[in-house]
């Protein structure tokens, strides 16, 4: 193939002369050589590239001119050699008019559609290792390319480009792996980052920010490592991909995997496509825009003026200012190397459950409990694994379905529901069931309970005060000592005349966490996952709030109504330093409107959902209850035979006025109930919004005055939300609800 492709550059030529002398002028144009960053580079003087250089590339110039890579626009003497990619991807093999290079290549796709990586970067791999002796290039749309309307790559002669050759020499000198397969530092200038599969990934660490390296024996791990390095890169909004230029050859292979070839590929993150010269009027002017070969060492340089007065300092400020900044930089190497642990979340449990391993293509398939143990295929066992690549530094995909699983459990929309999860899948025998365990990284199982639990309309800094806290409280799961008996749901203790129960978590034994809203409600990859979810828990990774180095309980609820309760009020008699008692506004002062009072819609629809809005009184709020009717309500509830009540007595409230200690006086007895959660049980059909209210005995009954939604102990979810509007990030918002409380990378 590549001698066909000499047969046709040459065929070209011979009746091309105005292009042809372009190609034999570029043997003589001038050449400086200067030194950037460690990196020898190459500045041409090329006169030919000035419309280049200068060409318009917004939108509207596009739809102006005609697109120069349609056959139809085309030069009737421009020949062409058809390259058909992956999925019957066409091509067209072209010699580029105004060259750079002796041999100078345009490879546009046939159809006119927009210049995008997408989809594309398996095609210029299989250029590359059609033809061997050329390297290929991309200029992303905002990073060098001149038609961004229509996709093509470029190609040109190997070892003809500084950085190039920089890279290869050290990837050429150095093996991948040592002897035991472990992946390398290629001394001196790349630094092995990740590996996946035969795919490694350095950092190259001269000439300037934001240069990585791709090497695989396969196109498949080249792909899916080079894709994953450019969803850990920068978007901004306004663009389709990451700004960037890459290159692309293929290689024979040296040293002791001589007779394997191997995929090459080099991708220079940018910042910007100009730098601050091309705009100047000033004498700092260049017309200078940087693209694939400048971006790689071999700068194009039009102007006689500019070749004759760029320093090798204007150059470097230049490259400068368009390279990706050192802050981004250090965020890509974070993306491809953190860490997450994996949590044990149990799904379901059933006599029969039918599921589903996306990659084995074996359709449905079923386990069954008999004799005690699993059934899988008439071969019994005591546990089931299947398991699944997961990627530790990043969003992991699909991996299996678990047909009708219940959803809602004890809710009036309970209904059953094929769900999609990533990670691993365990099943394992279970008092005469069979249990169904997701083994997921907790950033995964995040990304998901984030996204069921709030609306994807909710600010990003709010989801972020989020992300920490489920993460929080996932921890908390994952560090709790083992092999202890568990934590019990329910504490009670009834001295003469008093009835004072709580309720706490109860821990699971065979699991960490499981589905249902008794933990997180966890529905794997069923839901469809906000983007500003998946930002909130990137940017939040691994951050856990941690008092004293003990991560904390991070409780919250709806609305604290003003003033923040402390633990104790509502669960075991023990007070947390962060779970304190404040006031929930701006300055901590009580004179000054509350967060949580508020009655936006917009921000409330952010923490409530569509039902919830309905009873938008949950800052200030009254139940009346006539005296018969509140005597039967007690009655029923809590069964303690006091007759027809005649008084209501606090005797004990927390900081934010929640009532701890209630005396219910009747005609037949009096008793005292408690704490928080059983007062509000007790005093309404399903929950009173709160133990912070006021009573009106009226004679012929009782109104309750009363403030806030919940318990009220730590994070103010309405206050929250009403925060994140105001500009507060999330660090703030969490210093607020949990002060003194410190955030964590774990
Ligand atoms: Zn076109
Ligand atoms: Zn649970
Ligand atoms: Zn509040």
């Not at 056959?71 to 750079?100: L, S, T």
């Not at 230049?318 to 390279?323: F, L, R, W």
């Not at 309970?414 to 997701?438: H, M, P």
């Not at 960490?512 to 940017?539: F, P, S, W």
Request: glycine share 8%.
């Amino acid at each position: 193939m590549a001698t066909n492709l000499e047969k046709f550059i040459k065929d070209q030529l011979s009746i091309w002369s105005e292009v042809s002398n372009r190609y034999r002028d570029l043997r003589n144009v001038s050449t400086r050589t200067m030194n950037i960053g460690g990196l020898d580079v190459t500045l041409q003087h090329n006169p030919a590239r000035l419309s280049s250089a200068t060409a318009r590339i917004d939108e509207e110039s596009l739809k102006a001119r005609e697109c120069f890579l349609c056959p139809d626009n085309q030069c009737a003497e421009q020949i062409r050699m058809r390259f058909v990619g992956r999925k019957g991807r066409k091509y067209n093999i072209q010699i580029n008019p105004f060259p750079i290079f002796p041999r100078h290549l345009v490879i546009p796709r046939v159809r006119h559609c927009e210049q995008s990586i997408w989809h594309h970067f398996v095609d210029i791999l299989d250029l590359s290792k059609a033809f061997s002796d050329y390297i290929f290039f991309y200029n992303g749309p905002k990073c060098g390319a001149s038609a961004p309307d229509h996709m093509h790559f470029q190609g040109a002669p190997r070892h003809l480009m500084p950085l190039e050759r920089s890279i290869d020499s050290c990837l050429s000198s150095f093996p991948a792996q040592d002897e035991d397969g472990k992946p390398l530092d290629l001394p001196g200038k790349l630094e092995h980052i990740c590996s996946l599969l035969d795919a490694h990934l350095y950092h190259y660490k001269q000439f300037t920010r934001g240069i990585f390296v791709l090497r695989a024996c396969t196109a498949k791990s080249m792909g899916k490592l080079f894709y994953r390095l450019l969803e850990c890169a920068p978007l901004s909004k306004d663009d389709k991909e990451p700004k960037f230029n890459l290159f692309s050859y293929y290689t024979a292979g040296s040293g002791s995997n001589a007779a394997e070839g191997e995929y090459r590929a080099i991708v220079v993150f940018r910042e910007r496509h100009w730098s601050h010269h091309y705009f100047s009027d000033g004498p700092d002017h260049l017309t200078m825009g940087l693209g694939c070969a400048d971006m790689a060492g071999f700068f194009i340089v039009p102007v006689p003026e500019d070749f004759a007065k760029i320093t090798e300092e204007m150059l470097a400020e230049m490259v400068d200012e368009v390279s990706l900044s050192a802050e981004s930089e250090q965020d890509i190497i974070w993306r491809l190397t953190r860490q997450q642990r994996t949590v044990d979340v149990g799904i379901m449990s059933a006599d029969e459950i039918v599921f589903e391993i996306i990659s084995d293509g074996a359709g449905p398939q079923k386990v069954s409990i008999r004799d005690g143990r699993i059934d899988y295929n008439g071969v019994l066992y005591d546990e089931l694994y299947f398991d699944a690549v997961t990627r530790s530094t990043f969003f992991a995909e699909a991996s299996f379905v678990l047909h009708a699983v219940t959803i809602g459990v004890d809710f009036h929309w309970e209904r059953k529901l094929d769900q999609t999860f990533a990670g691993s899948l365990k099943f394992i025998a279970s008092n005469n069931k069979v249990l169904a365990i997701n083994t997921i990284g907790v950033e995964d199982y995040l990304l998901s309970v984030i996204s069921s639990e709030m609306k994807a309309s909710a600010g990003l800094e709010l989801l972020k005060a989020h992300a920490v806290i489920s993460r929080s409280w996932l921890m908390s799961q994952l560090e709790r000592p083992k092999g202890l008996a568990s934590r019990s749901s329910e504490r009670v203790s009834v001295a003469s005349g008093e009835l004072v129960k709580w309720w706490d978590h109860d821990d699971h034994s065979l699991f960490d966490v499981c589905a249902d809203d008794h933990c997180q409600r966890y529905q794997g990859l069923t839901m469809a996952v906000g983007e500003n979810v998946r930002k909130a828990i990137d940017a939040t990774w691994g951050q856990v709030l941690r008092f004293k180095g003990s991560i904390c309980d991070t409780r919250f609820s709806k609305c604290c109504g003003g003033v923040t309760e402390r633990f104790s009020t509502c669960w075991e008699d023990r007070d947390l330093p962060y779970l304190r008692v404040i006031n929930d506004t701006p300055d901590g002062t009580p004179d000054t409107r509350c967060f949580c009072d508020t009655d936006d819609k917009a921000i409330l629809s952010q923490v409530l959902n569509d039902y919830d809005l309905e009873s938008s009184d949950f800052f200030r709020w009254e139940r009346r209850y006539t005296r018969d009717e509140l005597s039967e309500l007690v009655e029923r509830r809590s069964g303690l035979g006091l007759g027809s009540l005649r008084e209501l007595i606090p005797l004990e409230r927390g900081g934010s006025g929640r009532i701890s200690r209630l005396k219910l006086v009747g005609d037949k007895g009096s008793m005292v109930i408690g704490k928080e959660l059983m007062i509000r049980r007790t005093l309404s059909e399903s929950h009173l919004k709160s133990s912070a209210f006021e009573i009106e005995n009226t004679g012929e009954g009782f109104i309750l005055r009363g403030k806030g939604w919940g318990h009220g102990v730590g994070l103010c979810q309405i206050g929250a939300a009403v925060m994140a509007c105001r500009g507060y990030n999330y660090k703030q918002i969490l210093a607020h609800y949990y002060p003194g409380a410190e955030l964590t990378e774990k």
